[in-house]
């Protein structure tokens, strides 16, 4: 699975969105973009995923560059809490290959 | 909303002893991960179960870790002997056999293992 780069920490104000870029250059075709993130003392929850398509669901917007080599993830209207790592993860769908591989991710903090 | 349900939360044990934690996943998931995530770092796969059957264990420390799960439901992860260095968060997660694209990984609240 590709390598992701994310920086490691980010800070946000309450009710702006915060916008956490993740850089995939070696990322294949068959890859899909997966974001979770992991709030203190639990355990990491699924956000969002996408292929070559910008995708929305009630918790994020996930936005990918037409070449994929790039993507971000929109918190449209930020939250206390929503202070959190967050995870970009790259990696291809098929039986054998379930793991997710964590980074180090990004520390977001949503100032009050 | 179902969850992955894990126990102890927390657990001292003193290095050389042994110690195991329990997972039980989200109903009718057949596929059952453990994860051990060291202080400031992401979590990393030790254990990958499809049913009852083991699918990943490449990096599980075999000479003092154990994982089983008999009926393909519930999974004890073991640590035998403990060592100072298996002081981590321990994550259980669960994810549907026909799960399409989504792939969603339902994550546990994890069990604290420090060893002293």
């Known amino acids: 699975d590709a390598k992701t780069t994310q920086p490691p920490s980010m800070d946000c104000a309450e009710g702006r969105a915060a916008n956490l870029p993740c850089n995939h250059s070696t990322i294949s075709g068959n890859e899909y973009v997966y974001w979770y993130r992991q709030i203190h003392s639990q355990g990491p929850q699924y956000i969002i995923h996408g292929l070559k398509n910008n995708e929305t669901n009630e918790m994020a917007s996930l936005i990918i560059t037409e070449d994929r080599k790039s993507s971000t993830l929109i918190l449209p209207h930020a939250t206390l809490r929503d202070t959190a790592v967050y995870y970009c993860?790259?990696?291809?769908?098929?039986?054998?290959?379930?793991?997710?591989?964590f980074g180090t991710g990004t520390r977001l903090t949503i100032i009050p | 909303e179902a969850e992955v349900a894990q126990s102890p939360r927390y657990k001292i044990t003193e290095k050389s002893q042994a110690v195991a934690f329990w997972c039980d996943p989200i109903s009718g998931h057949a596929t059952l991960y453990w994860y051990r995530q060291i202080l400031g770092q992401g979590p990393e796969l030790l254990v990958q179960?499809?049913?009852?059957?083991?699918?990943?264990d490449s990096q599980l420390p075999k000479d003092r870790f154990s994982a089983e799960r008999l009926k393909g439901v519930d999974s004890t992860l073991k640590i035998q002997p403990a060592e100072l260095g298996d002081s981590a968060m321990y994550l259980c997660?669960?994810?549907?056999?026909?799960?399409?694209?989504?792939?969603?990984?339902?994550f546990g609240p994890g069990t604290r293992l420090t060893v002293t």
């Open positions: 179960f499809q049913d009852e059957s083991v699918v990943d």
């Open positions: 997660a669960s994810s549907p056999k026909d799960r399409g694209e989504s792939d969603e990984q339902y």
């Open positions: 993860i790259v990696r291809a769908l098929y039986f054998g290959n379930e793991k997710l591989t």
